[in-house]
């Protein structure tokens, strides 16, 4: 075994990486839980190339299980529609931006943006879209739940402007502790 400065510097610069990647490791794995549901949601949409009536949508969404109180809640949304899609679409021509309504500890609505179809979607297949997220900022202690609201899709420049049919259901919720 070498015992040039240089080969001691390298294997310690080797076990520091090596320590802190446990120890983010360490971290993330004490974290708490994220929470995911998927609800099945009822919309009625507006616009070119809309379906008629109510359309059933599976809308996934996870949050974080608790967040201290003024602390950010980060989501993440996917869309599963059972809508076929009438012609191929491309990968990432669908793009898309859902409202989440707040309640319990939280109040008002934040929009989950970013969605899109990742892969192709063949003619005929149902569209899902997906990498939908928004943060929400919890203020007071409490359980806060996440419903989703309105959504907008976008194909080739067409918008379709959804709302919910009746009452969407809570699809997350997120414990605000005190601090």
């Not at 839980?33 to 009625?44: E, K």
């Not at 939280?106 to 899109?116: E, K, P």
């Amino acid at each position: 075994m070498s015992t040039h400065p240089s080969s001691r510097r390298g294997r310690a610069t080797a076990i520091v990486a090596l320590a802190a990647a446990l120890t983010t490791g360490a971290a993330v794995l004490t974290a708490p839980q994220a929470a995911a549901a998927t609800v099945s949601v009822g919309y009625t949409c507006t616009g070119p190339g809309a379906p008629a009536g109510v359309q059933p949508v599976q809308i996934s969404v996870t949050a974080p299980a608790s967040v201290p109180a003024g602390g950010t809640a980060e989501l993440s949304v996917d869309v599963a529609t059972s809508i076929k899609a009438p012609l191929t679409l491309p990968a990432r021509s669908v793009t898309g931006e859902l409202v989440i309504d707040l309640g319990g500890a939280a109040s008002g609505s934040v929009t989950a943006t970013g969605f899109t179809n990742r892969a192709v979607v063949p003619s005929g297949t149902a569209v899902k879209v997906t990498g939908g997220k928004a943060t929400v900022r919890l203020g007071k202690p409490g359980t806060a739940t996440f419903a989703p609201g309105k959504a907008s899709v976008h194909v080739f420049g067409a918008t379709a402007e959804c709302v919910v049919s009746g009452t969407a259901p809570v699809a997350a919720t997120t414990e605000v502790t005190a601090r």
